[in-house]
């Protein structure tokens, strides 16, 4: 998903990444708005492709949405299915039963969803049950906050900065890689492997030790999401099938870069829902000496505000998202805003003014 805010361009690599799957001419594409009972139906379905090319038979598909919230048409199952989706690669077959339809059964699901939205949309698009439902750790959010070249759009076009007759040309590349045999697997190098295992054991007792938290689900994700992303670079280079130390050195390394991004934007989401209350939280602490209050205070100042149950629901999650720490137990525990809930904090009234 390309995160960026409305007119940075983030649509164009959209449009050009489709572009080149449609030349390639070896999957389904959907685009525009669609209802995810639609997507069933036609990944259910065998596809007849253009003349002296094989039939698709199995489940598919490339989606593309150049804005997210109007690819998919309001439905509560549309993100719970393509969460489900993701997990396929040990699924054969994925039955759907509904009384209007039937049974539509999709083989051999293979999706592939590249979108872009803005922080605002996102956050209408995908419900918060959806952070810890785990679609948000299934996604990689990349984000810009400016564009990559400006445009004054009122010059003609030189030939070399012309992109659409290129398309045809930069996806031979693709063609020839869509002809590697389905089932063919990779050869990891064993440099490779010497460096992929201790990062990746070391990733999981941070995991254990609550070093690494995250509630999106996208840290116990960060090393599939590294593999794929060391696969794309070696496909990208050669269609050998082969992994180098330096392909997953690259590819943790980018997959690491995508934690601040997502840790944003679910802390955007989340408190967008709970501004108010989450928003008298921090301002307390924010105000208080050294950035510090006993549970017992914080709950004396702001009993017209919260609960107790609410107050507690309310420190876990920003404790979960690093926006503050806790000491000690029952009343005596003690809040203390870190310097990152400081940011968030500012952030937060920046908002709240541009709102009003």
């Known amino acids: ?19 080149m799957v449609t030349a390639v001419d070896t999957t389904r594409v959907f685009a525009g708005r669609n209802s995810i009972q639609k997507i069933v139906t036609d990944l ?10 094989e039939m698709i038979k199995d489940g598919r598909a490339y989606l593309s949405s150049g804005e997210f919230v109007n690819f998919l048409l309001r439905d509560e199952q549309a ?9 396929t690669h ?8 509904l009384k ?7 083989k051999d699901i293979n999706v592939t969803m590249l979108g872009a939205s803005t922080s605002d949309y996102l956050r209408e698009s995908v419900p918060i049950a959806a952070i810890k439902g785990g679609f948000f750790g299934r996604l990689m959010l990349i984000y810009s906050a400016e564009k990559g070249k400006a445009n004054a759009l009122i010059d003609d076009a030189k030939e070399s900065e012309q992109v659409a007759p290129k398309v045809k040309d930069w996806s031979k590349y693709l063609v020839e890689l869509s002809k590697i045999p389905t089932g063919s697997k990779f050869t990891v190098t064993e440099k490779a492997r010497e460096f992929y295992r201790p990062w990746y054991y070391d990733l999981q007792q941070k995991i254990r030790d609550r070093i690494l938290v995250d509630k999106t689900g996208y840290i116990h994700r960060l090393h599939d999401h590294a593999l794929k992303i060391a696969m794309i670079i070696s496909l990208s280079e050669a269609p050998d099938l082969v992994l180098t130390k330096l392909h997953v050195e690259e590819g943790i390394d980018l997959a690491e870069s995508l934690l601040t991004t997502i840790k944003k ?19 307390s602490l924010f105000r208080a000496d050294d950035y510090r209050m006993t549970r017992k205070m914080m709950m004396q100042n702001n009993h017209n505000e919260f609960d107790a149950i609410e107050m507690d629901r309310i420190a876990l999650t920003l404790e979960d998202a690093g926006l503050i720490k806790k000491a000690g137990q029952g009343s005596a525990a003690e809040f203390q805003l870190t310097m990152v809930g400081r940011k968030q904090f500012l952030d937060i009234q920046t908002e709240l003014k541009r709102k009003k």
Do not use: C, H, Q
Not at 270 to 278: D, I, M, Q, R, Y
């Open 100 to 106: 209007s339809t039937g049974t539509e059964v999709l």
């Open 1 to 19: 998903m390309l995160l960026a805010e409305s007119g940075v361009g983030k649509g164009f690599g959209v449009w050009l990444a489709k572009s």
């Open 265 to 283: 934007t679910v802390i955007g989401i989340g408190l967008s829902e709970l501004a108010p209350k989450n928003e008298v939280f921090l301002r």
């Open 90 to 97: 040990y699924v054969r077959e994925w039955a759907n039963s």
């Open 44 to 53: 259910s379905m065998a596809m007849t492709k253009g003349k002296g090319k």
């Open 79 to 87: 993100i719970s299915i393509l969460t489900e989706w993701y997990d």
